[in-house]
T-cell receptor
Framework: SYELSQPPSVSVSPGQTASITCSGNKLGDKYASWYQQKPGQSPVLVIYRDTDRPSGIPERFSGSNSGNTATLTISGTQAMDEADYYC?????????FGGGTKLTVL | QVQLQESGPGLVKPSQTLSLTCTVSGDSISSGAYYWSWIRQHPGKGLEWIGYIYYSGRTYYNPSLQSRVSISVDTSRNQFSLKVTSVTAADTAVYYCARLEDSPDWYFDVWGRGTLATVSS
């Protein structure tokens, strides 16, 4: 079965750029999506179709996907961006989530 | 504004069946524009996809759960439901329903608030 791997944690200073990776076999041949989840809340879609942002998502969130790696980039990271982030893809009629990355802003 | 709302008993005894319903408002399941899905999250853990259903009743399940789960749809009530049989403590989780945008993108654009289901005697 298809698997997606994410680093368990990433730390970033306020105002700096955070990059969260998601790795999977030939992931670049699929579409990757990203979700933000804050404690006690439902996940929120922040990137879909590799690079697109839903309405209401700040421009500092961007995505890329090539080869075996998709990347979520947060530019000018703010304290409010501290959360868990999950990547997601679709493979052979099945939905797959990455294990999640805890982003700490310190 | 599309909204999804999960409902069902918060406490289920081991070996029994967990049954949850997701009520959709602001969109029509029978429009066929989306798939409708269940996802769960064990306490302090990541997201686990359970399965999804189309308005026609066509379903797809996570292979690791397929033997114990079933998803059904009631278009007249604009609801879809989840059943998990023979539950154990390992099925204790927050269960989310979500709307799934289909091919070629496949992403969840609307989520419910989630409901905690606890398996305990």
């Amino acid at each position: 079965s298809y698997e997606l791997s994410q680093p368990p944690s990433v730390s970033v200073s306020p105002g700096q750029t955070a990059s969260i990776t998601c790795s999977g076999n030939k992931l670049g041949d699929k579409y990757a999506s990203w979700y933000q989840q804050k404690p006690g809340q439902s996940p929120v879609l922040v990137i879909y179709r590799d690079t697109d942002r839903p309405s209401g998502i700040p421009e500092r969130f961007s995505g890329s996907n090539s080869g075996n790696t998709a990347t979520l980039t947060i530019s000018g990271t703010q304290a409010m961006d501290e959360a868990d982030y999950y990547c997601q893809a679709w493979d052979s009629s099945h939905v797959v989530f990455g294990g999640g990355t805890k982003l700490t802003v310190l | 504004q599309v909204q999804l709302q999960e409902s069902g008993p918060g406490l289920v005894k081991p070996s029994q069946t967990l049954s949850l319903t997701c009520t959709v408002s602001g969109d029509s399941i029978s429009s066929g524009a989306y798939y409708w899905s269940w996802i769960r999250q064990h306490p302090g853990k990541g997201l686990e996809w359970i399965g999804y259903i189309y308005y026609s009743g066509r379903t797809y399940y996570n292979p690791s759960l397929q033997s114990r789960v079933s998803i059904s749809v009631d278009t007249s009530r604009n609801q879809f439901s989840l059943k998990v049989t023979s539950v154990t403590a390992a099925d204790t989780a927050v269960y989310y329903c979500a709307r799934l945008e289909d091919s070629p993108d496949w992403y969840f654009d609307v989520w419910g608030r989630g409901t905690l289901a606890t398996v305990s005697s």
